[in-house]
């Protein structure tokens, strides 16, 4: 039997939020007492799994689609409201970049910036769908939704400490913005590029260097 959703209102999906955090928590987990290879193998295994879960229930709850922000009609509009704070956050980092001599970024930093857009939607669909959306009927005042919002998805980074950090920055700013402009499309964008250039000038690491290395690209 297929369900109706009114896009317009948020049911907590409790065994979902629990579901996120234990997979989060199993990752860091994994990764510190084994290693960062297992810690991704789960993580395959947790994708595969929400992906069938998340089908599964797209197909059976009529508009979910357009609740999980999974629409184009407000788009430029929660565009233009994520730039307000990722513009400006770009110039921060970028600053950084320059004081600490990262910057200007390698070339390769374009092929991420055109790639990493899409793991940006899939990590916004995670955080505003299965973490943010869960818990908006324990936390109503949205500074504290946010916050917290931030702090789990933060954790979920541990033990890189300057990552965390960056995410939990990112993510009450995306969070804040998500809940006036709830548009997947854009906030996975902004991520997207946000995280890009953070990982260049910031963590000091080059994402296109094991895409190239595994295409056999020199």
């Known amino acids: 039997m297929t369900q109706r959703v009114d896009t317009g209102e948020v049911r907590p999906c409790y065994p979902e939020l629990i579901a ?18 297992a810690s991704q193998y789960f993580n395959a295994a ?5 992906g069938c879960y998340l089908v599964w229930r797209a197909v059976r709850t009529e508009g979910m689609l357009r609740a999980w922000g999974m629409r184009t009609d407000n788009f430029w509009p929660a565009l233009r409201a ?9 110039v921060v980092v970028y ?3 320059l004081w600490v001599g990262s910057a200007p970024p390698p070339k390769t930093f374009w092929l991420i910036v055109c790639l ?3 793991w940006g939607i899939a990590q916004q669909f995670a955080v505003q769908n299965l973490i943010a959306r869960n818990l908006r009927g324990l936390l109503v005042h949205p500074w504290s939704h946010a916050l917290v919002t931030a702090l789990l ?36 964008i902004a991520h997207g590029f946000l995280g890009a250039l953070a990982y260049y ?8 260097a094991a895409i190239l290395k595994f295409l056999g690209v020199e």
């Open 153 to 188: 998805f933060s954790a979920s980074h541990v033990p890189n400490l300057r990552l965390a950090a960056l995410v939990l920055v990112g993510g009450v700013g995306f969070t804040l913005i998500y809940r006036r402009h709830p548009n997947l499309w854009a906030v996975g």
């Open 201 to 208: 000038l910031v963590i000091r690491e080059d994402p296109a």
């Open 20 to 37: 996120i955090l234990v997979a989060g928590v199993l990752h860091v987990a994994i990764e510190k007492l084994f290693s960062f290879t």
């Open 116 to 118: 990493y857009p899409l």
């Open 95 to 97: 600053g950084y970049g």
């Open 82 to 90: 994520q730039a307000l704070f990722a513009v400006p956050a770009a």
């Open 46 to 50: 947790v994708v595969c799994g929400f």
